[in-house]
């Protein structure tokens, strides 16, 4: 099981932390994502890390701004937001890969766990 914490509403350029919290069974060995979703679009690829952290990848739109991170040792996944854009606005999902030592994927096809989500917004 997955649970996301930390959304909420920020302004223009600020910042917010998202938390993932894996329970049950454990994905420290499965590669990690972050999708999201806003209203009237389609649940798009945000960032992914690999099941030992050494590996990262982002979306164009996120990169530079957006950090992702995990703590296996916790059980849990971090996706630092900063300089956040209206455009940020959406549902926030975090994924777990169902294989072990798994690469870097942006599928979402690929991702069988995920979190119910939590709302980010951000004001102009």
């Known amino acids: 099981q997955l649970v996301e914490s930390g959304g909420g509403l920020v302004q223009t350029g600020g910042s917010l932390r998202l938390s993932c919290a894996a329970s049950?069974?454990?994905?420290?060995?499965?590669?990690m994502g972050w999708f999201r979703q806003a209203p009237g679009k389609e649940r798009d690829f945000v960032a992914s890390?690999?099941?030992?952290?050494?590996?990262?990848y982002y979306a164009d739109s996120v990169k530079g701004r957006f950090t992702i991170s995990r703590d296996n040792a916790r059980n849990t996944m971090n996706l630092q937001m900063s300089e956040l854009k209206p455009e940020d606005t959406a549902v926030y999902y975090c994924?777990?890969?169902?294989?072990?030592?798994?690469?870097?994927?942006?599928?979402?096809?690929?991702?069988?766990?995920w979190g119910q989500g939590t709302q980010v917004t951000v004001s102009s």
């Open positions: 890390i690999t099941w030992n952290g050494d590996s990262t």
């Open positions: 994924a777990a890969d169902s294989l072990i030592y798994g690469g870097i994927t942006t599928r979402q096809y690929e991702y069988e766990h």
């Open positions: 049950g069974r454990g994905f420290s060995r499965s590669t």
